[in-house]
C-alpha cells in the first residue's frame, strides 16, 4: 500500500523522430505521487514532458517503461475509458451540435444511466460550476469562461476518481483566466477530487497547486510545496521560471545549519538562509537568487550592488525598474510605489535586498 493515491513510477516514453530516425524520450524516469484530494501542477516550458505525461496518465499515451497506478491499481493496460480518469483539453473539444446539458450529460449517456439520474446529476454540477440556467444553450451562445465551465463539467459529472487538466485556461483572455483561476480551484477544494493540472503558467501553478513539479527535458527539476519552490530553488533554471530573479555570482565562505555566510562577487558579504539539506562547501561558487520584488533602492556606498537607473515603468500598483551595475543588469519592483521616493532614469543608485527573499542554489 502507499500513500498516494495516484502514483507514477519510472515513466519512460520514447518516440521515433521521423526527420532524423532517432528515439526521443519526452519523458525520462518520472516518478511522483499525488494524495488523494491534492492539486498537482506539472509545469514547464513547452516540448519538456508536462502534457506527455499527463496523457500517459490518461491512457491516451502508452508508456515505453514504468507504471501508472491509481488507487494501487496498476493501469498501464487500460485505455481512456476503462481509466477512472477525466480529462479536460485545451480546446474544449465541446460538441458544437449539443446544448450545454446535452454536452455535460453525454458520458453518463453512455454509461447507460437513467434520464432522470442524468437529469439530476447534470442539474447538480451545472450548479457548482455556476451554469444554471444555460442548459439550452450551444457552445456558439457560449463565452469562452462559459465554454470552459461546461467542458470542466462534463468532466466532472461522472465522478471520475482523477481529474486530469491539460492547460484547461490557455485560451482565455487575461482577465478571464485570473478569474477562472480562482474559480478552479474554490470548485477543485469544495468537491476535493484528485487532480493533475498541467501549464506552462507558473503564475497559474502557484495559484492552484498543493504541489508543484517543475520538469525539463522529460526529467524532473524539484518537487514540492509552491511557497518552497519559490523559497527554495533547487538550481538555477527553477529559480528563473517559478517568478522573476536576478543572479550574482559569488562564493561561499562557510556554512552552519541552514545558514550559509556568502560573498558576492561585488564583495559584499552576505548572510543567507538555506534549505535544511542542501549542501554547500566553503569556497564552492553558487548564483546568489535576488527576486526583484525584494529590492531596495539605497545610497550608493550603502548597497550590496551599485548601478545606474536604465528602465523604469510605472504600471500603478508597482514600479519596475533595471539597474545597469558592473555585475549585468539588475530587474527591482517595487510595490505600492505612489508611498516611495524613487530613483529617476540615469541616477546613480545602492542595492539591497530583503534577506528574506535570497536564496542559494548550485553554479551550474
Known sequence: MTEYYVEVRSLVKEFLDKSSGSVVRAVNGVSFGVKKGQLLTLLGPSGCGKTTTLRLIGGFEIATKGDVLIDNVVVNDQPPNKRPTAMV?????????????????????????????????VSQILSVVGLSGLEKRYPSQLSGGQQQRVALARALVVEPKVLLLDEPLSNLDAKLREQMRI?????????????????????????????????????????????????????????????????????VISCHESVCKIKTASGSVLNVNVREGMSFQPDEKVYLVLRPEGGRFVRPEDGILR???????????????????????????????????????????????????????KYE
Open 183 to 251: 474559480e478552479l480551484k474554490k470548485i477543485q477544494s469544495n468537491l476535493g477530487i484528485t487532480s493533475i493540472y498541467v501549464t506552462h503558467d507558473q503564475l497559474e501553478a502557484m495559484t492552484l497547486s498543493d504541489m508543484v513539479i517543475v520538469m525539463k527535458d522529460g526529467i524532473i527539476m524539484q518537487q514540492d510545496a509552491p511557497q518552497m519552490i519559490y523559497r527554495y530553488p533547487s538550481n538555477r533554471f527553477v529559480a528563473s521560471f517559478i517568478g522573476k530573479a536576478n543572479f550574482l555570482e559569488s562564493t
Open 89 to 121: 483539453f485545451q480546446s474544449y473539444a465541446l460538441f458544437p451540435h449539443m446544448n450545454v446539458f446535452e454536452n455535460v450529460a453525454y458520458g453518463l449517456k453512455n454509461k447507460r444511466l437513467n434520464s432522470q439520474e442524468i437529469k439530476n446529476r
Open 307 to 361: 548601478g545606474i537607473v536604465v528602465t523604469k515603468i510605472y504600471t500603478g500598483a508597482n514600479a519596475f525598474f533595471e539597474v545597469k551595475t558592473d555585475h549585468g543588469v539588475v530587474a527591482v519592483e517595487i510595490q505600492n510605489p505612489a508611498s516611495l521616493s524613487l530613483p529617476d532614469y540615469n541616477e546613480t543608485v545602492g542595492l539591497t535586498f530583503d534577506p528574506s527573499t535570497l536564496s542559494v542554489v
